[in-house]
T-cell receptor, first 121, second 114 residues
Framework: GAVVSQHPSWVICKSGTSVKIECRSL??????MFWYRQFPKQSLMLMAT?????????EQGVEKDKFLINHASLTLSTLTVTSAHPEDSSFYIC?????????????????FGPGTRLTVL | KQEVTQIPAALSVPEGENLVLNCSFT??????LQWFRQDPGKGLTSLLL?????REQTSGRLNASLDKSSGRSTLYIAASQPGDSATYLC?????????????FGTGTKLQVIP
């Protein structure tokens, strides 16, 4: 089946530093990848949608200059939390799908990564 | 704006009991609905995906139903086991601007007592 990996699985950093999280589709080409954030005891919230080779689309309230997303290839998207602060501490999950356009019942399932727990001291 | 609510927020049952988790959504123009489980500190495990043209899906002891017109989905777990203890999330999937939009529910935290 389709597998999505994330690296690292957890990271602790000092306030003010930048952290990069990788999301990879291991056995399929992901035309679209999504980044979610989950604060403790809350549900997942979509942060942004990225398509390979184009700029990410951010959800309302998400700072694009703080959360830099790069989708340089069909198997890799990265999320960089710039100048991280304690309030950025969260669980970040990515997902990938092969379809970003017209609905297709055979290719549009989202496959989720295992998540990355970020703790900013 | 799509809102997805799950009731109850938490549930504790003895082992062996059958149980139902509820998910309701405000906008019935959905494409798919998916149920996940999330173990503490872990990512999501997909349980069942129901396409909008379907009414239910089954996998082992799990059965999920979908009623788009009333904006409801239920996840039925038969003969619950302690290993079923987790948070269960439903997610509503629609298309907006050519891209998938996924809205997650608030979750139901299930504890199955041995």
């Amino acid at each position: 089946g389709a597998v999505v990996s994330q690296h690292p699985s957890w990271v602790i950093c000092k306030s003010g530093t930048s952290v990069k999280i990788e999301c990879r589709s291991l056995d399929f080409q992901a035309t679209t990848m999504f980044w979610y954030r989950q604060f403790p005891k809350q549900s997942l919230m979509l942060m942004a949608t990225s398509n390979e080779g184009s700029k990410a689309t951010y959800e309302q309230g998400v700072e694009k200059d703080k959360f830099l997303i790069n989708h340089a290839s069909l198997t890799l998207s990265t999320l960089t939390v710039t100048s991280a602060h304690p309030e950025d501490s969260s669980f970040y999950i990515c997902s990938a799908t092969t379809s970003g356009g017209s609905p297709s019942p055979y290719t549009d399932t989202q496959y989720f990564g295992p998540g990355t727990r970020l703790t900013v001291l | 704006k799509q809102e997805v609510t799950q009731i109850p927020a938490a549930l504790s049952v003895p082992e062996g009991e059958n149980l139902v988790l509820n998910c309701s959504f405000t906008d019935s123009a959905i494409y798919n609905l998916q149920w996940f489980r999330q173990d503490p500190g872990k990512g999501l495990t997909s349980l069942l995906l129901i396409q909008s043209s379907q009414r239910e899906q089954t996998s082992g002891r799990l059965n999920a139903s979908l009623d788009k017109s009333s904006g409801r989905s239920t996840l039925y777990i038969a003969a619950s086991q302690p290993g079923d203890s987790a948070t269960y999330l439903c997610a509503v999937i629609r298309f907006s601007g050519g891209y998938q939009k996924v809205t997650f529910g608030t979750g139901t935290k299930l504890q199955v007592i041995p």
